[in-house]
Each structure stands twice: as C-alpha cells, then as structure tokens.
C-alpha cells in the first residue's frame, strides 16, 4: 500500500446491494473514504444508513458487491481475518450498546483485557486516558444506567477508540440529543479526527451537525446515493429531495407518486 | 381441514428449523468449550463461577422449601392410602423413590427453568435488541465465549447439583411428617425401609435426567434469547415461550427416559 498521502484511499465501496429477504433495500452502492476524512452518509429516517453501516463493519454480509478496506475485500474474508481488521475499527451505536453489566472504565477496558497482554495497572491507566479524553474523567467506576444519554454516548466513544483504530463508525450520534450536547459531540468528533489522524464514517440526518463536520457527504434516498461530494458540491446539486433536506422543508404532497402511494396501502406490488 | 394440514406443517418446518439452529450454537459452544482453549484462546472462568452462583447457590433457599414441601404432601398422599392397610411403613419406600427418581429431579428443573431458563433469555434478548450483541462483534469478541458458554456450563453443574439437594430435602419432608404424630411411623423403622428400598441406581438416573434437563433449560434460553426482535415487548414475548417451551420439553424428555429405564 502507498504512503498515506491526503488522496489515500482507506474504503472503498463498489456496486453494494443489500437485501432483506426479497426486498432491496440499498441498490448499486458506490464510493470512496480517504484516509483521514469524516465521510458523512446522510438521509432520513429508513433510507437504509444502519443497513450500509452494518455492512461496513460486517454484521451483515451484502447481497452482491465489494468492500475494500485497506485494500483488503472485507466481504470475502473467514472469520479469523474478519476479526483481526476489526480491532483496526471501532463503532459507536446508535444506542450506545455500553454493556449494562460492566461499570463505564470495564468497558472501555475490555477490548484491551481480551485481545492484548498488557498489564493491568497499565490497562488501567489506558482506561483512564481515554475517559479523559471524551470527558468522562472520573466516571470509570459509574455504571452505563447512571450516565445521561450524551454521556453514555461518549462513553461509548471511549471504548471505541480503546484500541486505537484507523477507522471509527458512528451510527446518528447526535440522535436524540439537545442542541448543546449534540454540537459536543461534533466537537469530539472532530477532534478525535484532528488528534489522531482518524477516519470517521458519522451516520445522520441532522443537518447541522453535517454542516458542522462533514469533509465529504454522501446522500441516500431509498436505498440509492442521490449526491456525493463536498458540502457546497452537494448543496449546488438541482435535485429536489437534496434541496428539501437543505432548506429542511417537508415533502410536498403533489410530489408523492400516486401509484406509489395506492401500492403502499394496498401492500401490492 | 387444509388449514390444520397447513398450520402442522408450518409448525413442524419451525421446529425442524430451530433445532437446525440449536445445533449450528451447539457445534459452536463446544467448539469454544474444547477446541479453542487448547488454542490459547481461554475460558472464561470468573463468569462461569458466578453463573454457577446465580443458577446453583441462589437457587437452593427456594428448591429446598419446595422440595420439602412437596415430600410432605407425597407423604401425607401415600398415608391417605397406606393407612387402610396398616402399612404406613411402605411410605418410605413411596417418598423414597419418587423423589429419587422422578419428583427432586423434576421440580428442580421447573423451578431452575422459572428463575434461570427465563433470566438467560431476557439478558441476551436485551442484549440483542441495545445492539450489545453486535457490539461484541465489531470488537471482535465472539458471543459463543463470551455470553453461552459460561453460561452452559454454570449450568450443566449447576442442576445435578440442586437436584441431589432437593432429593435428599424432599426425603426429609416425607420423613418428618412420617414420623410425627399424624402418621406416626417408628423413626428407625422409617430410615431402614428408606435405605432398604433405594438402589444407587435410582439416583443414577435422577442425577442423570438432570443433566439432561440443565442442557434443555439454557439452550431453550439462549435460543429464545437470540429469536428476540424489536425491543422490550418482545424480550417479554420470548422470555415467556422460553419458560413454556423449556417446560415442555422436559416433561417430554422425561417421558422418554422413563420409557427407557422401565423397559431396560
Ligand atoms: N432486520 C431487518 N429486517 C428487515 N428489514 C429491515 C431490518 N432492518 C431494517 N430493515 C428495513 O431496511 C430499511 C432501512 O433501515 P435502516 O438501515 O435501519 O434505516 P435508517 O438507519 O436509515 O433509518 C428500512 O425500511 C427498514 O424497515
Ligand atoms: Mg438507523
């Protein structure tokens, strides 16, 4: 692989499609993430953003298509393979999926307590490194049910960047979060891409915090990529579901296909 | 009439699909259990010990009340009809081999199936539904270690154990109220007809059932567990047909192992 220059190519996604039993629900998926970017999937809500996502960290397997990270196709790997590229990545839930049993600092150490051989008491320093680093110095013995929600969420940061990844995944961090919280996280973001050089892959349909971090954004509507490119690409694009998303109208009920809409109440196709 | 034919099969291509499943975990757990520690891969160990704790230990107070309870009543059955012989002694023999062979082993499984058949499907189903499971996956940590084989193992012990417990409880019973003066049977007489009566196979094959019965309840669980979909409604969905059909299928096994040790 070559040195890691700006126009590195750390993903790259080709001809992805993705089902549900018979129903397709992303089709003809194709893009690139460059080393060190925030590559922002944006689209609303079932738009098929977790389904994709899911299939860029392999907990699910594509109908038909490839997925190169660092070259290698992900898709095509046995499960000891999958394994040792995914320490090289770490994800952040939508819910943050903290384990409810474990206290904050076990958490974030247990990556480390399972595939390294360090020390304890330098797990335990790591541990608190990263806590201080999203914020939560301190709260290593709280347990996931006493944080609040943006703090579970950035706990949830901290274990994922526990092992040190190239890559981190964030499915909708800012859901469900008040502007404040949410706008700190899209500090945190950017720092943590600031600080070390990390690839960030951010789900969302909020429109602010894409303006707030995105280097490149691309699109979904349907299940189908409708724009890709920088922020001021996509925001020049004459293309009416991006417009409606910029200037955050509602879908105009003259624009909803009829023989659409008869299919959906009638569930025939 | 087609509809019955239609609702059989589709209920029997179920069952054939779960216990697909079942065996696709279970080739899994023993590939975890056996082969990868000796890769270096490890158990583990702590977890295990506190399930044992959760399914064996916590579960005794509760076992050991019913099991005593339900050696009384035996008892008292058993005198209702022994009495008009004037064979109260036999009571002995009664409490001592149902509770061997049938009775401690039984409850014990229906007890462990309500406190601990149940907890282990609404954890992993919880688990599933917060994305804790996928979670596991993306830091490369496999569920099978981490989650089903403590667990099935904690288990496995953990119901032998309990039952020879609630054997020798449910014995107890049956003797305390034997001997009172209700019935009023001769202590020593009773403790000689209760050893007198009883081959250690009998409690071979108590101990044996139990086994068998561990294994149903955790993997009824965990299978029920995994099934869980779309949040807290259905954790209690599948935490209830964790507990019917574990049930189920231990009174089922029961009937075949019975069947066996009859005819053998
Ligand atoms: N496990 C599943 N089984 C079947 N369909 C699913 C499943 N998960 C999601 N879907 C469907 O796929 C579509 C995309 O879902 P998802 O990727 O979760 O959307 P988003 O994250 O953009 O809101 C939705 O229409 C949803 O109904
Ligand atoms: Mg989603």
Redesign the interface.
Known sequence: MAASNDNDIIIEVRDLVVKYGDRTVLDGINFQVRRGEIFVILGGSGCGKSTLL?NL???MRPYSGRILINGQDFTAMNDEER??A??R???C???S????SMSVGDNVA??LR??TRLEESTIEIMTKIKLELVGLGGFGDFLPAELSGGMKKRAGLA?AMAMDPEIIFYDEPSAGLDPIVAAGLDGLIRKMQHTFNLTSVVVTHEMESVKQIADTVCMLERGRIVGLGALEELRALDYPYVQQFFARRAQDESQIDSAEYLRSLTGLE | MTSVVGYSGRAALDALHAGGMVCVLIVDTLNWLFVQPLRGKGLRLRSTVEHFVEFGVRSMPIVGLICFLVGVIIAMQSAYTLEKWGATKFIANLVGISALRELAPLMTAVLITGRCGSAITAEIGTMKVAEEIDALHVMGLNPTKFLIVPKFLAMLVAVPCVTVLAMFIMILGGFLLSCSPLVGVDPVIYYEQTVNSLVAKDMVTGVVKSIFFGITICWVGIYRGFQVEGGAEGVGRKTTSSVVTSIFLIILLDLVWTTLFYFA
């Not at chain 1, 999926?97 to 409810?100: T, V």
């Open positions: 899911r960290v392999g907990l394994t040792d995914r320490k990545m770490g994800m839930f939508q819910g999926a903290l384990f409810g247990l990556p399972e595939h274990r």
